[in-house]
């Protein structure tokens, strides 16, 4: 952890991450009622709503810190999920071999080509919306990615030695996958953990945005939706879009400068590359005095 603190790109990232965290937590104590109907329709930014009101009259600030808590809320949760199931699948078909990789492997090849968003959305509009429905299918249509990832690396680390040493010693392969291996992956976890959840976020969000959720629910997926149905675009109403617009975009900015951390503070030889690369100097040419 002293490591990545250290490095600038993660520090970023952690900040802003910590800032909008905050906000989340704390700033619904302090908000107005985001279902009350507190103004005009479409009230621009004042002094009275600093962020302006929606098209009945909502405030808009109120709905923005209120459903950023159940947006990361689903989202970590979701990303958690992905990775331990990837995780677990991923390292039993490369610890195991044999039938059991090429089973898992065919399970793993299947969800891959299956087409994401299609499936997101038929499976949504099946299922009662809810935040429950949306982590289980972001989760189905999620862990695969994780899985072909992981399981190459545990190929990599099952011959050896302390993995030799674990099993002479007698224990069993669960064991061997959780307690051996996959903590010597944790730099890889935790970039899987970071790129789920960054997936999680904005696949909540389109979906709610596409109607797809629960719409008597304040998050920033339906924020965006309620938006679009009060047409903000063709009314010129941007305060009721562009406080969650930016609030996703600075939590994907966040995470992505956390993983780019990552990956500099487990591979220097990436930092010191992005660093030296650069335009090519040139060499001054010394003339021969005639």
């Known amino acids: 952890m002293s490591g990545l603190l250290a490095n600038r790109k ?9 800032v909008i965290a905050v906000l989340a937590i704390a700033g619904p104590w302090f908000a107005h009622d985001p279902l009350a109907y507190l103004g005009d329709p479409l009230e621009a930014p004042s002094a009275r709503h600093w962020l302006g009101t929606t098209g009945q009259g909502q405030d808009v600030l109120a709905q923005t810190l209120v459903g950023a808590r159940l947006t990361l809320g689903v989202g970590f949760v979701t990303g958690l999920l992905v990775l331990i199931i990837g995780a677990l699948i991923g390292g039993t078909a490369g610890y ?3 039938r059991v990789d090429d089973l898992f492997t065919l399970l793993i090849n299947v969800f891959l080509v ?7 959305v038929v499976i949504a509009a099946w299922l009662p919306p809810g935040p429950l429905t949306m982590m289980g299918v972001m989760v189905l249509t999620g862990w695969s990615w994780n899985a072909r990832v992981l399981r190459s690396q545990v190929l990599t680390l099952r011959n050896r030695d302390f993995v030799a040493a674990a099993v002479v ?9 959780v307690v051996e291996i996959l903590p010597n992956m944790a730099s890889l976890l935790a970039s899987a953990f970071i790129g789920a959840t960054i997936y999680a976020i904005g696949a909540q969000v389109g979906l709610e945005f596409l109607g797809l959720g ?12 309620w938006a679009t149905n009060d047409a903000a675009l063709i009314t010129g109403s941007w305060w009721t879009f562009v406080p969650t617009g930016l609030g996703v975009a600075l939590t994907g900015f966040a995470l992505s400068l956390i993983n780019f951390g990552i990956d500099e503070v487990t591979n220097p030889r990436l930092a010191a590359t992005r660093h030296v690369a650069g335009p090519p100097r040139s060499t001054p040419v010394m003339r021969e005095e005639p």
């Not at 010693?169 to 996958?177: I, L, N, Q, T, Y």
């Not at 629960?214 to 939706?225: A, E, H, P």
């Open 169 to 177: 010693s007698g224990e069993p392969a669960w064991r061997v996958v």
């Open 114 to 120: 299956m087409p994401g968003l299609p499936l997101m």
């Open 96 to 98: 195991l071999g044999g």
């Open 214 to 225: 629960d719409l008597s629910l304040v998050t920033w997926g339906t924020n965006l939706y």
């Open 10 to 18: 993660a520090r970023l990232g952690l900040g802003i991450l910590a």
